[in-house]
T-cell receptor, first 111, second 114 residues
Framework: QQQVKQSPQSLIVQKGGISIINCAYE??????FPWYQQFPGKGPALLIA?????SEKKEGRFTISFNKSAKQFSLHIMDSQPGDSATYFC??????????FGTGTSLTVIP | NAGVTQTPKFQVLKTGQSMTLQCAQD?????MYWYRQDPGMGLRLIYY???????DKGEVPNGYNVSRLNKREFSLRLESAAPSQTSVYFC?????????????FGPGTRLTVL
């Protein structure tokens, strides 16, 4: 059973547009919600992360919105650029060592 | 600092052959992980090691064994490879209990089992 559900599977956005990727979870024990970015042929790298005591975190053009009651969180990429074209994974982790990843979203930003 | 390194980068095996994937980290992290990545499946945890001397099963441990050789190194062994184990394998490390919860990933090993 997928612990973290991610959508959409793929996304195409025009340069300058907003990219939005959504994730949902069920386990209320999760207390750390990172987003990873992966370029072809590379390992994932942490992009931004949030803990459930805040509803939003912003780093540059990247924002996580977190809705604890709905058990959902999303990544917003403002002013999307061709260099943002990559696969994005959401994840969730409890106060322990296991991370649970979403199935990934392939983002293509068209110039 | 090299971060997390993995060897080999690519490998082709025949069904039934065995091999060991090597992983090392130079960040003095206590926790290390092995994941496999398959199209449409995301990253799935195979095994992890919370600290030197301990290992635990993840979501998909069948067909794999691990060894936490020391704090730096964590290896993944396929005793009898099967086509279903064709995948990209990533090793990661983390300073569990430290200031940051970030996992750092290696570049991956692309394994094909014929």
């Amino acid at each position: 059973q997928q612990q973290v559900k991610q959508s959409p599977q793929s996304l195409i956005v025009q340069k300058g547009g907003i990219s939005i990727i959504n994730c949902a979870y069920e386990n209320t024990a999760f207390d750390y919600f990172p987003w990873y970015q992966q370029f072809p042929g590379k390992g994932p790298a942490l992009l931004i992360a949030i803990r459930p005591d805040v509803s939003e975190k912003k780093e540059g053009r990247f924002t996580i919105s977190f809705n604890k009651s709905a058990k959902q969180f999303s990544l917003h990429i403002m002013d999307s650029q061709p260099g943002d074209s990559a696969t994005y994974f959401c994840a969730a982790a409890p106060q322990g060592n296991q991370f649970y990843f979403g199935t990934g979203t392939s983002l293509t930003v068209i110039p | 600092n090299a971060g997390v390194t993995q060897t080999p980068k690519f490998q082709v095996l025949k069904t039934g052959q065995s091999m060991t994937l090597q992983c090392a980290q130079d960040m003095n992290h206590n926790s290390m992980y092995w994941y496999r990545q398959d199209p449409g499946m995301g990253l799935r945890l195979i095994y992890y090691s919370a600290s030197e001397g301990t290992t635990d099963k993840g979501e998909v441990p069948n067909g794999y064994n691990v060894s936490r050789l020391n704090k730096r190194e964590f290896s993944l062994r396929l005793e009898s490879a099967a086509p279903s184990q064709t995948s990209v394998y990533f090793c990661a490390s983390r300073d569990y209990g430290g200031v940051s919860s970030e996992q750092f990933f290696g570049p991956g090993t692309r394994l094909t089992v014929l």
